[in-house]
T-cell receptor
Framework: DAKTTQPPSMDCAEGRAANLPCNHS???????VYWYRQIHSQGPQYIIH???NNETNEMASLIITEDRKSSTLILPHATLRDTAVYYC?????????????FGGGTRLMVKP | DTAVSQTPKYLVTQMGNDKSIKCEQN?????MYWYKQDSKKFLKIMFSYNNKELIINETVPNRFSPKSPDKAHLNLHINSLELGDSAVYFC?????????????FGDGTRLSIL
C-alpha cells in the first residue's frame, strides 16, 4: 500500500473551512484514498473515500488531484466537535482482507 | 443504538492473567476486525474475520486468540497477559472484506496490565 504524508497538526477557526492535505505520491491506479478521524477517547470514524473523482457527502468533500498524488479533505464549516486526529489512508482493492494501515495523522484543533 | 459495541470499556488486570474482550455489531456486516492502538497512538490491524473465518492474522503472538461464534460477534481472548499488552483495543466491522467497504469502529477497550 502507498505511504501517505500528512502534517502533524493544524488549527482552524470555528465556522471556517478546514482543508487537510495528504500526499500519496506512490499511489497506484487501483488504490483508493480513505479518510478517517479519531475524536479523543473514541474509535476511528469513517469520513469519505474516493478513487479518482472528487467526492462529497454530508460530512466532508474529498478533492483528489488529477495525477492522484495528493488529496485534500475539506470540512466546509468546522465546529469544535470536529477537533480530532484525521487519518489519510490509501489501500489497494483486494479480496484478501480490508486491512487499514493508520499513520500518524493530522491533529486538527478547531478554535472558537 | 450502538452499531459496534465492546465490553468491557476498561480492563485493569495483573500480569500473567487471562482475559477476554467481547465485540458485537448490529449492522448486519459479515467482516469483523481487531486493532491495537499503543501508547504512541498508532493503530495496527491484528485480525480480520469474514463470515466467521479468519482471513488476516498479522504478526500477533499466539497468546491472542480471536473467536467468532457467529458473524455478529468477534471476541478476543488473551492468555498470560504481559506489560506490553497494555493498549486500547478496537473492534470494527464492514460489509464484505473488499477495500471499497468503510469500517465502523467501536469505542475501544482500554487494557492496563499491572
Amino acid at each position: 500500500d502507498a505511504k501517505t504524508t500528512q502534517p502533524p497538526s493544524m488549527d482552524c477557526a470555528e465556522g471556517r473551512a478546514a482543508n487537510l492535505p495528504c500526499n500519496h505520491s506512490t499511489i497506484s491506479g487501483n488504490e483508493y484514498v480513505y479518510w478517517y478521524r479519531q475524536i479523543h477517547s473514541q474509535g476511528p470514524q469513517y469520513i469519505i473515500h474516493g478513487l479518482k473523482n472528487n467526492e462529497t457527502n454530508e460530512m466532508a468533500s474529498l478533492i483528489i488531484t488529477e495525477d492522484r498524488k495528493s488529496s485534500t479533505l475539506i470540512l466546509p464549516h468546522a465546529t469544535l466537535r470536529d477537533t480530532a486526529v484525521y487519518y489519510c489512508i490509501v489501500r489497494v482493492a483486494s479480496n484478501a482482507g480490508n486491512m487499514l494501515t493508520f499513520g500518524g495523522g493530522t491533529r486538527l484543533m478547531v478554535k472558537p | 443504538d450502538t452499531a459496534v459495541s465492546q465490553t468491557p470499556k476498561y480492563l485493569v488486570t495483573q500480569m500473567g492473567n487471562d482475559k477476554s474482550i467481547k465485540c458485537e455489531q448490529n449492522l448486519g456486516h459479515d467482516t469483523m476486525y481487531w486493532y491495537k492502538q499503543d501508547s504512541k497512538k498508532f493503530l495496527k490491524i491484528m485480525f480480520s474475520y469474514n463470515n466467521k473465518e479468519l482471513i488476516i492474522n498479522e504478526t500477533v503472538p499466539n497468546r491472542f486468540s480471536p473467536k467468532s461464534p457467529d458473524k455478529a460477534h468477534l471476541n478476543l481472548h488473551i492468555n498470560s497477559l504481559e506489560l506490553g499488552d497494555s493498549a486500547v483495543y478496537f473492534c470494527a466491522s464492514s460489509q464484505g472484506s473488499g477495500t471499497n467497504q468503510p469500517q465502523h469502529f467501536g469505542d475501544g477497550t482500554r487494557l492496563s496490565i499491572l
